[in-house]
């Protein structure tokens, strides 16, 4: 079946150091892949998304790329601010439903 | 565009009890999905439904969890008897239709908080 393993938090950085989250996936078929962020008591926000190899999704200054041959997609950002403070969530899609990764919590201090 | 309406936001309630939790999805939406967010734990698929049908259920316990969409616009899920292990995060979300899922718009509501002690 469909997994997704995502590197264990929490991940602590200082404001502007540069960010990169592990994702890898098992999956049948070519599924689309995403990257999803909860702030505190907020719900799921749709942060970025690829739909086939090679693609590269990117909003906010976070990137990450979808690597068929690695199974990954690694979410990077250049320089992160203390507002990125959330829990990031991988995901890929099968028809039409969600799974997700465990989720790695980033907390960014000034 | 109004997003989806989830209700009450935090409950506590006693092993053994019931609970149920609402969920209005955006507006002409057809697919309606309820996810199980455990603490710690991405969240997870516990049913789905096109209008009032249910597509998938198969990770839904049904000796005590149960859920409906009676007419294919907002969705109830109910529990009874709650156990310890159903504390959680509750969260109900909503995509046009089946055909376009998580790629084309899939909204997450703000979830219900479930602490059963």
């Known amino acids: 079946g469909n997994s997704v393993t995502q590197m264990e938090g929490p991940v602590t950085l200082s404001e502007e150091a540069f960010l990169t989250i592990n994702c890898t996936y098992t999956a049948t078929g070519y599924p689309s892949l995403f990257w999803y962020v909860q702030y505190p008591g907020e719900g799921l926000q749709l942060l970025l998304k690829?739909?086939?190899?090679?693609d590269k999704g990117s909003n906010k200054g976070f990137e990450a790329t979808y690597r068929k041959e690695t199974t990954s997609f690694h979410l990077e950002k250049g320089s992160v601010q203390v507002s990125d403070s959330a829990v990031y969530f991988c995901a890929l899609s099968g028809y039409s439903t969600l799974t997700f990764g465990k989720g790695t919590m980033l907390l960014v201090s000034p | 565009e109004a997003g989806v309406a989830q209700s009450p936001r935090y409950k506590i309630i006693e092993k053994r009890q019931s609970v149920a939790f609402w969920c209005n999805p955006i507006s002409g939406h057809a697919t309606l999905y309820w996810y199980q967010q455990i603490l710690g734990q991405g969240p997870k698929l516990l049913i789905q439904f096109q209008n009032n049908g249910v597509v998938d259920d198969s990770q839904l316990p049904k000796d005590r969890f149960s859920a409906e969409r009676l007419k294919g616009v907002d969705s109830t899920l109910k529990i009874q008897p709650a156990k310890l292990e159903d504390s959680a995060v509750y969260l109900c979300a909503s995509s046009l239709d089946l055909g376009r899922g998580p790629n084309y718009g899939y909204t997450f509501g703000s979830g219900t908080r479930l602490t059963v002690v």
């Open positions: 690829a739909t086939k190899a090679d």
